[in-house]
């Protein structure tokens, strides 16, 4: 069966990479499938020249004969995912607006609604509705031109924040003295474009930034704010992810000079969660904690 199935997606995808990605493997382990299922079936299903791999005329035919076999079971496997998540509303997001966010309100929406159950996944990858058992989708930028059903929420700031005790030990006089400090820096997913670095707040405040080394990165906003808390460096920290870390003191803002981001958040969401129960319900209290939100994070006037 597993020599089946990876025949199935090689023949259905056009390559052993895609094939391998689908199936959690190695490329090297679906060539391995491919040899297998040959000596299973008694006939030669692929056919290699140099580096590529292609189904051969009797393979073709073969693949067409058991591709319905697994579409059903594709078709199976989603009904029962449908069935388990039909009482559950699922909210993918990305991992760090799931932690610093979204992740700690959620519990205040779920006090309100006591019988219903929520789900929180942190995915950095875009789900497919009606196939990976997904309500809700909280992302950012262009990915939302990905979903049919979709609105904007909010577009957010960072700000440099770090610990007391680091601040303690600095001579800070004017906000590019920061520049000089340890600083902390974040890099997103090449398709969530390029979060705001210090060469670009620097420019914000109308120096340029002469250090270039020094700088430890991350690759999750959230692990950089956590860091800064832990007196490692000042960070461009999110409002939204480190809102109730300046208000607590466990961040420190010497100099409050906000850089935008490029992008909005979005919420895209599958047609059919509105029909769950407190699926209407769910959506509308994620825009309004993003219109509260988008009031936090911009600058406030003097």
Known sequence: MRALQAF??????????????????????????????????????????????SLTTGGQKYHADIAAAFDALREAQSKVVLQRSEATLTISCLPSLASKWIGAQLFDWQSAH?????????????????????????????????????????????????????????????????????????????????????????????????????????????????AAINGRGFVLAQMCMASEDIASGRLVVPFDIRLKLSQPYFLAWDSAALDKPFGAELRSWIQAISRRQKAISAPQEP
Not at 9 to 29: D, N, P
Not at 30 to 45: D, F, M, P, T
Not at 176 to 196: F, R, S, V
């Open 8 to 53: 199935e997606a090689f023949g259905r995808l056009g390559s052993a990479t895609a094939a391998a990605a689908e199936l959690g493997v190695t490329v090297g382990a679906v060539s391995q499938q491919l040899r297998k299922a040959e000596i299973e079936v008694g006939l030669r299903l692929v056919e290699r020249k140099g580096k590529s791999i």
């Open 114 to 226: 006591p019988t219903a159950t929520v789900r929180l996944v942190g995915d950095d990858s875009e789900p497919r509705f009606g196939t990976d058992g997904v309500d809700f989708r909280l992302s950012y930028g262009d990915l939302i031109t990905r979903f049919d059903h979709r609105t904007e929420l909010f577009t957010d700031w960072v700000v440099p924040a770090c610990s007391a005790t680091l601040l303690a030990r600095l001579k800070l006089e004017e906000p590019k003295d920061i520049l000089d400090a340890p600083l902390l820096g974040i890099e997103w997913d090449h398709l969530q474009g390029t979060a705001p670095g210090w060469a670009d707040w620097a420019a914000h405040i109308g120096v340029q930034r002469c250090k270039a080394s020094g700088e430890v990165a991350f690759s999750m906003s959230s692990a950089a704010i956590d």
